[in-house]
């Protein structure tokens, strides 16, 4: 458990970003392709346990003094720093073999992702805005790998609707910080005294409302009515306005964005909406 809990594997989620593009192209369903990008998302996930744990043993200070994170491994004294960096080298090590072996263009966009989150760690983070952009293009860069293994083309509006979908999540998450900054007066993070919560939510209000406009331009985007002419995608709009809505709730109202990976699996209403989400727009692509 100890190790479930070092590697972060319920982080490994967020991997599944991969398998968008697949989804979305129509072909989820054939089998090679599938293998593939499966194979590629597991050889990625290690990669991303090596800078969580990097990312662990940057931020102990911080942790220690965190209500939830100082009950990490790291932070807590469960594994040493040495025996953490020497399991995450071993994950990294495996993971880029694997996606060497399998994709190339995946690899390079990895080694990408270690340094872009490497550097991320030491200083990046500390800057103001820059800090969630990054996180965001994280996911962007998983789609780009999806894409290639899955050989489909990904559309301007996919891509701006994925670095959207992120930004909006992580600066809800960073807004979740700055709420404790405010309450609590303590610093879990040094950026978040460069923020306010009355500045957090204007930007998640602006955030929301482009990416619901992408996600119309999306679906109503040449290559998708071209290829899936339903009447069923427009109603999937609805369900990505109410989800929006929901999480905007339990952001503003409920100051609960700072787990977005508990909210996804633990928030029934989301839960129920991003399934109805799921099978609507399965119905138009795939029926």
């Known amino acids: 458990m100890i190790y479930v809990k070092l590697f972060r594997l319920n982080n490994w989620v967020k991997n599944l970003f991969i398998f968008l593009p697949l989804f979305f192209s129509g072909e989820f369903f054939n089998h ?12 990625f996930s290690l990669v991303t346990g090596f800078i969580y744990i990097i990312n662990d043993i940057f931020d102990i200070e911080f942790d220690k003094i965190h209500p939830e994170k100082r009950n ?11 025996q953490s960096l020497i ?28 340094l872009l989150n ?22 962007v860069i998983r789609i ?7 050989n489909v083309e990904l559309t301007q509006w996919m891509i701006i609707m994925v670095f959207l979908l992120s930004l909006f ?19 879990h993070r040094k950026v978040v005294s460069e923020y306010t919560v009355n500045y957090m ?4 209000t602006i955030i929301s409302s482009v990416l619901l406009v992408s996600y119309l331009m999306l679906i109503f985007s040449e290559i998708i009515i071209s290829k899936f002419s339903s009447e069923y995608l427009i109603v999937s709009f609805v369900f990505v306005l109410i989800g929006v809505f929901r999480y905007n709730q339990l ?16 928030d029934r209403f989301l839960i129920v909406i991003v399934l109805l989400w799921f099978l609507t727009f399965y119905s138009s692509l795939y029926i």
């Open 118 to 139: 490497f550097l991320y760690s030491i200083k990046l983070k500390q800057i103001p805005i820059l800090d969630f952009i990054i996180v965001a293009t994280g996911f």
């Open 32 to 43: 090679i392709k599938f293998i593939n990008t499966f194979y590629v998302t597991l050889g």
């Open 87 to 114: 399991l995450g080298i071993c994950l990294l090590l495996l993971g880029l073999t694997g996606l060497w072996k399998i994709s190339i263009y995946s690899f390079f966009l990895s080694i990408f992702y270690v």
């Open 251 to 266: 952001t503003y109202v409920k100051n609960k964005s700072g787990s977005p990976i508990d909210i996804f699996f633990k």
């Open 201 to 204: 939510d204007r930007l998640i």
């Open 144 to 150: 780009l790998i999806g894409g290639e293994i899955g």
């Open 169 to 187: 999540i992580a600066v809800s998450k960073r807004r979740d910080d700055v709420y404790q900054y405010e309450l609590n007066k303590k610093i």
């Open 72 to 82: 990490r491994p790291i932070p807590s004294g469960k594994i040493s720093i040495k």
